[in-house]
């Protein structure tokens, strides 16, 4: 008969009792994610967050420690930025509020958001960029200081299509012309497009939609071409030489020989169609505000 001591029956019913709390930590750590401690946090327990989810649109306005990020698809998101917030090109790797910080994170800016999730709103923990952007973050360095409230219309400005130019009221129209087959801006043309920009810069809320035409020489697909090169030529030069920021542009179309503003039976009629319109147009939403 074996005689089992007083201590060793205590250290059997120790282990009895510590298998089945063994197995229910585990099980809950399998279950809950390890939380993200954001940098330079005084108290881990105030400021536990979670994954949040992974943001792509374009910088529709901004202040100085939160950005709206507005989607293809018209939704919008405040994101905060803190110092923790890394900004990423193919450049390297850089911390949230560097100087490379304040000059690329601008409106109309394309970007890819990682965010963490941080009591009700979103924290931004990397922030993706295009090298190519940073010639628009340049022409557009001054935007920064727009506040929200000044952004409503830009906001708009990101959903713009010429199926939703009823939304919008039709301040004044510039057309310049071109010469046949061609996309290159006469010295006329742009001094008179600079002065479109300059006009309207003192509407309030005022938008551009730029709508490239042709005349009816050449084959359909090559005039579609063409209507959203020239198109494309005045974007530009409004944006680098009349200074127009490009979160205020409404989306820009081709046209190719549609919508004539006359016959293109004579020689005249097809000039006055090979153009470009720059269209003034102010959101019905905020006109008169």
């Not at 279950?31 to 910088?59: F, H, L, Q, R, W």
């Amino acid at each position: 008969m074996h005689v089992v001591s007083r201590k060793t029956k205590a250290l059997v019913l120790f282990a009895m009792l510590a298998v089945p709390a063994s197995g229910s930590v585990s099980a809950q750590s399998q279950e809950a994610p390890d939380p993200i401690i954001v940098e330079g946090s005084p108290s881990p327990e105030a400021t536990v967050t979670t994954k949040g989810p992974e943001i792509k649109g374009i910088i529709s306005a901004r202040s100085s420690d939160k950005m709206k990020v507005t989607a293809a698809d018209g939704t919008s998101t405040i994101i905060a930025i803190n110092d923790a917030t890394r900004i990423k090109t193919s450049r390297g790797l850089f911390s949230g509020r560097n100087k490379l910080a304040a000059g690329s994170l601008l409106n109309g800016l394309p970007v890819t958001v990682k965010t963490s999730q941080s009591g009700d709103g979103l924290v931004a923990s990397q922030i993706n960029l295009r090298n190519k952007d940073f010639k628009t973050a340049t022409m557009i360095r001054n935007g920064t200081a727009q506040q929200f409230e000044e952004q409503t219309a830009a906001t708009e400005a990101l959903r713009g299509r010429m199926g939703d130019i009823d939304k919008y009221n039709i301040k004044s129209t510039t057309n310049v012309n071109f010469d046949t087959g061609k996309a290159a801006l006469s010295a006329q043309a742009k001094q008179e497009l600079c002065a479109a920009a300059s006009a309207a810069e003192s509407t309030d809320n005022a938008l551009m939609l730029v709508v490239g035409h042709t005349d009816s020489t050449g084959s359909d697909e090559f005039n579609q071409q063409l209507s959203e090169k020239r198109a494309s030529s005045v974007i530009n030069f409004l944006q680098q030489a009349c200074q127009w920021k490009p979160y205020r542009m409404l989306t820009p179309t081709g046209m190719s020989k549609a919508d004539p503003l006359t016959s293109n039976d004579t020689a005249e009629g097809k000039a006055q169609n090979r153009r470009v319109s720059v269209n003034i147009l102010v959101s019905k939403s905020v006109d008169g505000l």
